[in-house]
């Protein structure tokens, strides 16, 4: 198949496979630009160690010790904007599939049916890549404004290196048709139709629950490595700190999302068991029919929910130290002067404003998805509504359907999280100045955090039922 006819044929379509392509687009420009802010943070020189550069406003950049920190936190935003790209790339899906099936019936044989949905993503990735190029190089000279002391509020004076963004550019469409494989590894193109193979439908098992508890000891083991070689005046290996301190929380994050499933399946039960409703009955079944159907809709939600329980809890532990130091101050004006701004709470509001960010990129992904659902169940919605079933009825189920896992996959989430960071806090009182306090966990920003969770799934689903009366219209009976 020639390149061009395989262009062709990738971005032909109807409407749906247009927005899908469009969407797919604006998440690759959004990922593009987030990894080339982390590689720019990257890329300020260092002039040597615990030497500031003295070049920017925020010491966030000027901090050699602080940089790295910087550039983690933007790229795991990265984490909801490629979880909105994999929601984007299903919608739409049975329409393309069966558009897939139509070239199979043409002629086309299963390896190129393939290639051409891979060619699609990849083909709208390295679009978005190249927008968000462009999009990058734009805002740094729009936003190259010194201050008169001639700080800099961003590190507009830094370029990353040539290689490092041409791997940006290339790797991104590559990640995103080896994606779009994964999704199509189940489903098989024949000329007459589409098959999808089956899934085991053997219950989820609470397992995750031994990567929670893993990554919760391995978290917790990072305070005594440290004095265990600091007691003996050595440095700990490299590779104990990155397993520990990298493994444990990835472990822990992976335990909750993977944990969503057999939460989606014990709530079914539980639904199916004291539901009297017929919406809640809708949702039960739905729920123990495609348990895992969570796990791919809240991931980025539940990441960013145990982020955000961590930073709360730090949050809180620098409030304490805070107020210790301003106790001091009012007892002993003369002997202690305090700085003209608390660093370590503007930081925490940064931190805060990305984990907003990241929620609502997450809840994004999470309304694609709802309408994506809506759109490929509209003909067993439309049976259902022909049926007598009201609408009323289908959309409160949805709700439920929805809210009723994430409720309590939220509150794992915020255990998980306060106990990767809280417990490094907790361990004893906090210190500063010479007086102690104890440590008390911020339950009021914990409690915010969750209802924002929660709010955000409540709103992305009520935005989404509104494809819900057009998809239950009888013509849709007729829809193959």
Known sequence: MKPTTLLRLALAGSRTDGLRVALTAVSAALATVVILAALTVIAIPELGERVNNNRYVNALLDEPGLRGGTAITLVMLTIPILALAGQCARLGAPARDRRLAGFR????????????????????????????TGAYFAARVLLDRPRPDGLLPLPTDVLPSPVAIGIVVVALPLVAALAAAVMLRRVVVGPLGVVRQARRTRAPLPWPGALIVLGLI?????????????????QPPDWIVLVVGFGGPLCAILGVILGTGWISYATGRLLHRFGRRPAVLLAARRLTTDPWHGGRTFAALLTCVVVGAGAA????YFQIMRDLELAELRDNTGNFVPSDDNFYLSTMNLVDLAIVVALVIAAGGLLVAVGEGIVSRRRAYAALVASGVPRGVLARSILWQALAPVVPSVVLALFVGTQLVGRTYTRGGVENYGRTAPYVLPWDTLASYGLLAVAAVAVAVG?????LRGSTAVEELRTG
Do not use: H
């Open 105 to 132: 019936l043409a002629g086309a044989s299963p390896g190129q049916a393939t290639l051409i949905a891979l060619a699609e993503t990849g083909v709208a990735a390295l679009v978005g890549t190249g927008v968000g």
């Open 313 to 316: 809890c730090m949050r809180g």
């Open 463 to 467: 935005v989404g039922l509104l494809f």
């Open 218 to 234: 391995g978290a917790g083991s990072i305070l005594p490595i440290f004095r265990y070689y600091d007691a003996r005046q050595l």
